[in-house]
């Protein structure tokens, strides 16, 4: 009866669950705003030096609450190549976690992926206190001396002041490999766009598909506050090299009204500069209330509705680089199975929503 309480502290009964103590000594450490680091996914980084998703003095005024979001990381990556048999990182975060239903790890970690463009594999995630704003973890060690390809993606949702890379002191460095081609894929959404609520940074959809599709990714998603506003349209237009434009932001438009007036404007916009970068409208995915609520059900396809016909009366007008796909087939027959709190998805759904959009994105690229 003494013990009854003692079994919720894992962390005496597993060692495997406990923070290892990094060896500072052990590394030399590096700034991945110098070469031969490359940042992906941060479109303004090379002007402002920051790991910010959207300018931080824009030539449209910005809604306070996306400026704030758009300090999250979320699609930002670091990349190069070592021959490190030791990997460690640094981080000081803008906040500590505090989200119920997204792990620490998805929030404020970030997490390692080994190999070439179409063949890289996972291998560890940040181990932390999460109470803490600041950490230092070990991601790899005692590995073979031989040149392998890293992609340290960043957390999803918190902002990162500094980050350090770590590695044994005879490692060597070198550029990561190139893309198909400099041009990007911007995608802008919601909090499922943003990455909520995957327990790991590389498990957001975004960045599964950056590992089968070689391009950058800029994820734009700004969590509850993707809306269609004709400010970020014009925002967006201004990167370069575009190669596609994603639009997932039904979840978050206030009305269908609302949605009938911001999509055909928001696409407007982006023509004006890019009138032959293709777009692809994706609506949104389905809901476990749909099952219980008419209701949403009802509305969630009028919203569709009106997407598809945007798409359709466009291409009737001689847009024919624009296209629809309809998100409520991405989480497939057991939907219900695949999101955190019936909105946001687990890893699960994120890697169903890229099974079903990777063939869609590489077919529109070709």
């Not at 790899?140 to 957390?155: C, K, Q, W, Y």
Request: charged share 20%.
């Amino acid at each position: 009866m003494n013990n009854q309480h003692q079994s919720g502290d894992v962390l005496k009964l597993d060692s495997n669950m406990r923070i290892p103590q990094p060896d500072d000594q052990l590394f030399k450490w590096y700034s991945p705003l110098e070469q031969p680091f490359y940042l992906a996914g941060f479109g303004w980084q090379r002007e402002q030096q920051l790991y910010r998703r959207l300018p931080e003095n824009p030539t449209w005024i910005l809604p306070e609450a996306v400026d704030n979001l758009a300090n999250c990381t979320a699609g930002g990556q670091i990349r190069f190549i070592t021959n490190a048999v030791s990997l460690s990182i640094k981080v000081k975060l803008f906040s500590a976690a505090n989200m119920y239903h997204m792990p620490a790890t998805g929030q404020c970690g970030f997490d390692c992926y080994i190999g070439e463009p179409g063949e890289q594999f996972y291998c560890s995630t940040t181990r932390y206190d999460s109470k803490q704003t600041e950490y230092e973890s070990v991601m790899f060690t005692d590995m073979d001396r031989i040149n392998r390809s890293i992609t340290l993606n960043f957390p999803l949702y918190q902002g990162v002041q500094e980050v350090w890379i770590g590695l044994d002191p005879s490692a060597q460095i070198a550029s990561p490999p190139a893309y198909d081609n400099s041009d990007k894929i911007i995608m802008y959404g919601t909090s499922i766009t943003q990455g909520g609520c995957a327990t790991r940074p590389g498990m957001a959809y975004p960045n599964i598909l950056s590992r089968r599709i070689n391009r950058e990714f800029l994820n734009l998603g700004f969590s509850g506050n993707g809306k269609g506003e004709p400010e970020l349209a014009h925002i967006l237009a201004e990167i370069p090299d575009p190669a596609c434009l994603v639009l997932d932001y039904e979840a978050n438009c206030v009305s269908t009204e609302s949605l009938q007036t911001t999509l055909p404007e928001f696409i407007r916009i982006y023509r004006n500069k890019h009138p032959h970068t293709p777009i692809l409208v994706i609506s949104c995915i389905t809901y476990a209330k749909e099952r219980y609520n008419e209701a949403l059900r009802l509305e969630k396809e009028d919203r569709k509705r009106v997407q598809l016909s945007t798409v359709e009366q466009l291409r009737e007008n001689g847009d024919a680089n624009i296209y629809f796909y309809d998100g409520s087939t991405l989480l497939g027959e057991d939907a219900h199975e695949c999101t955190v709190d019936g909105v946001h998805p687990t890893d699960l759904g994120f890697m169903r929503m890229a099974d079903g959009l990777t063939p869609v994105l590489m077919k529109i690229l070709e």
